[in-house]
């Protein structure tokens, strides 16, 4: 990571020392001075160098990038290395030649831009103007001198002809003297402009008459003589007589290419200032050439750099790949590359004969492996598939291995903890028993509100200990439920046969002596009407010792579960009206369930007086403010049918967990059967019987009933 942010830094040093170059280029152009001068050659060449240093320098960066995205992160460094070395070699030339390029280009164009060039440049275009200037003075003189002459001639001849033979003499020794190659007499004519009169030695496209009419204004306005040149002729024009409108035109052809000099140095004179106006942008120009063709040359290193490393390395990056998936755990993985006798070569050969080797290995222990996860399948299907709880335990009492019948009955829904967990934390009893080191042992076991007893084996194995246990709470109360019918059945037997004859002697006492008894009359009906109702009661007592002992098989029909609900809660709002009862859970429909209607009624009314009698106890000591309120809840499941029966009223005993045992009673008259009883139909519908705090302030009993028992009979077996 330290190394990425250094090359993030020096990334964006170089974009900025790349940016900062350019500006600082473009001031110094900008801020030369505006005559066009060349900048100094060591600043040109500082300039350059500057630019391409950071420039370069970025180039570098991004070939390591592009190595690094290429190689993926296998050879990385590798590709680095190779680009970098590239680079470096077509780098370091590269700036050397710019910079040696840079200061000759200077150098030359100084030479030719420089202040003896410019004046040699101003001399000789000097000297060109000064001889054309003195060509065309030399002209204007010659024709002064002879229109001079011809008026001297005119003057002292009586008759001159224009085409006579000694006038052409005359002025052929005019031309001839004077050097002058073509020679006219022009004449003014009413409309201002000149006609020819006579020509001498004309040439081929001179045209004098047109000449003159062009300029004889200048002479009419007192200047002596009119020069031009062209590119053929040096032309003249003089009057010779003013006043009768005679004018001489000479011109002079051979002295033609002094013109043509001079407009030649003019027009490179010109040339050579627009060049040297231009010399600061041809400057830039060769320096920007030389800066994109450097960079050019370096990207191509770069370039070929990732492409010779690809070609060197890709062996290499094949070997990383494929060292990564016999990681990842392919072993059958082979090399295909080269196989040769060079080194990359060896290499494979041997990493295929490692990978052949690990996969052979792999596979025995691989084998070895799935036949102890087998045998530890088959050992933990063992272990789930007996009911008996086992728990592993180590030295430190701490538990190792526990099935899931031993966490059902240890733990109940409590999710079992991650680490190390005492043995002691959730089952003191029995951590008791293996710290005083005996095998066996019955305990008791408390599991959220149930109180479980458990039989317990134990047998150390090594440093360990291998705890087994069963729940009896189940044997142990069919036992004694068992036991209390036989008691029952004997009690009933016993009682019952005398009850009889008790209380028929007493009604018949009652009968036949009452009319007899004059005093005490009173005494005597309370005595016998007390027999007869303590006999009723031990009648009743009996009825439900023999109901308990000989509880009939339930006979299932299909039954609507919410009907039998609502007509025992109907019986009970009819017998007390000072008690609210409401019933939740109605959906409209049937609840229909497999069950023996009047067993099924027998249980509903028998929690339901419980219900009354507790709300009772504690409307007795609450006062008139008190309301009794009975709510019951059914819930109707795919496979069970429930009937929650809450009440504001006592609450439950504190010995709760004894509550369905029988002869168990909180009650002075109660016989301790009633929800013996309830249990046993429950059960034999193939449920169970629940208690808990209700929210409304009592108890809450809830009676959860097989939907069809004999099928879930069927199932178990």
Known sequence: MRRANVFVWLEVAAGLSFAGMIGVTYLAFAAAPADGRLLPSAQIALLLIGTL???????????????????????????????????????????????FAAVLFQSGVDFWFSDDSRGLMRNANELAREYYEQNQLEVAEETTTMASDMRFYFDNTRSVTFTGREFVDFVNLQMQGRDINETAILQAIGDGSLRTVATYNLTRGS????????????????QPVVVEANEARLEA??????????FLYN?????????NSWERAQAIAANYDTLTNRARALQLRFHLALFFVSIGLVGMAVWFALRFADRQVEPLTDLVGAARQVGAGNFAMRVEGRTGADEIGLLNRAFNRMTAQIERQTDALVGANRQLDERRAFMETVLESVSAGVVSIDADRNIRLMNG????LLMGDTPPRHGALPLASIAPQIAALADAGMESGVVSHTRGND???????????????????????????DQRQAAWSDVARRIAHEIKNPLTPIQLATERLMRRYRKQIDTDGELFDELTSTIVRQVGDLRRMVDEFSSFARLPKPVFRSEDG???????IFLQE?????????LEGEDGGAAQIMCDRHQIGQALTNVLKNAIEAVEARGRDAGAAYRGQIRVTTTLGNDAFTVAVEDNGVGLPSDRDRIVEPYVTTREKGTGLGLAIVNKIVEEHGGDMSFSNSALGGARVQLRLARDPLRKEQAAE
């Open 237 to 246: 024009l003089t009057p010779i007589d003013l006043a009768t409108g005679i």
């Open 574 to 582: 009819v017998a007390h009206p000072q008690i609210t009862f409401r």
């Open 405 to 408: 019948p031993a966490q059902t």
């Open 207 to 222: 045209e004098p008459g047109a000449f003159g009419t062009r300029v004889v204004g200048q002479l009419r306005a007192g």
């Open 451 to 477: 109180l479980l007893t458990l039989a317990v084996r134990i047998t150390g194995t090594g440093d360990g200990k291998v705890i087994t246990f069963e729940d009896i709470t189940r044997q142990l109360l």
């Open 251 to 259: 011109a002079r052809n051979s002295e033609a290419m002094s013109f």
């Open 53 to 99: 240093i950071p420039a370069l320098t970025l180039v570098v960066l991004v070939g390591r990038r592009m190595a690094i995205r290429r190689a993926a992160g296998s050879t990385a460094r590798m590709h680095v290395r190779l680009v970098f070395f590239f680079s470096l070699v077509a780098a370091v030339p590269t700036l050397l030649v710019s910079a």
């Open 562 to 568: 919410l009907d039998l609900v609502r007509q025992s």
